[in-house]
């Protein structure tokens, strides 16, 4: 079982004018089978959440601890925290002219693992979990994203998730741009990886329309870099009603 504690997070970032704050003291702890849905106006710090912790380095942190099993993640480099157990599923993935999205898969989880993965077994593993996302065997060979639809770039998000086998999967609006097929295709992959593998989810989304298939545990509403909010299902069907504008009236947004 694994835990990640996020307590009092402070983080900015450089722009010309100079550091912005943009996290005020995020406090958050998710656990091995949970589900955390992190819901909030534009703005409000979400995305920049998911990359710090992930270590992009256009954010600094500049207080506030993060730890995985009680090891500090902030003193981890990027491949550190992948290796540990963390998994980010990008807003907006990036494109990798040349690699193939095969070469891409055993690379990364060789990486992950620490010793490249038995091929007759990751063969199938692969087949099967492309399969289950309804992805063309052809897809494999094809650059990692380039030229990909916002639904296939999403489900390759996915397809790592299932196959790298994370303790604590971050989704950044991985919703976005899905038509209803797409989406349900992609939270079916997202809750079979819960189901075989008990990983913790911390789900970023502006709306509650994937959470009528990933069901969260916990709903926390984020507003100008801060949870102003938390509960449980019942709190993501009345933002559903309400929205949020009884917390953007009271706060000034921070930053997507």
């Known amino acids: ?10 983080v900015s970032v450089e722009t ?3 550091p912005k704050p943009i996290l005020r003291g995020v406090d958050l702890t998710i656990e091995s089978g949970q589900t955390h849905a992190i819901m909030g106006p534009n ?20 207080s506030g601890t993060v730890t995985l099993d009680g090891e500090d993640v902030l003193a981890m480099t990027v491949d550190e925290r992948a290796r540990a157990g963390l998994f980010l599923a990008m807003q907006y993935p990036v494109e990798v002219p040349g690699v193939s999205v095969a070469n891409f898969l055993r690379t990364a989880k060789t990486a992950i693992d ?6 007759r077994t990751w063969g199938r593993e692969v087949k099967d979990a492309m399969s289950n996302l309804r992805i063309d065997s052809a897809f494999s060979e094809r650059s990692v994203n380039e030229g990909f ?30 038509d209803v097929d ?23 989304t502006h709306y509650t329309r994937i959470l009528r298939y990933i069901k969260p545990d916990f709903v926390h509403v984020f ?11 019942e709190l993501a069907e009345r ?18």
């Open 1 to 10: 079982m694994s835990t990640l504690e996020i307590r009092d997070l402070h």
């Open 16 to 18: 010309k004018e100079g």
């Open 43 to 62: 703005g409000s710090g979400k995305s920049t959440l998911a990359s710090a912790l992930a270590g992009h380095p256009k954010y600094q942190v500049t």
């Open 114 to 119: 620490g010793e490249a993965p038995k091929l």
């Open 149 to 178: 639809s916002g639904g296939e770039k999403k489900r390759h998000e996915i397809l790592q998730m299932e196959l790298f086998k994370p303790q604590i999967a971050i989704l950044d609006e991985t919703d976005s741009g899905l």
């Open 182 to 204: 797409a989406l349900r295709v992609v939270s079916e992959g997202v809750n079979r990886a819960k189901e075989n593998t008990d990983v913790g989810v911390l789900l970023i």
């Open 223 to 233: 507003v100008d870099g801060r949870i102003a909010e938390e509960g449980g299902p």
């Open 239 to 256: 933002l559903e009603d309400e929205g949020y504008d009884k917390y953007v009236g009271t706060a000034a947004p921070a930053a997507v």
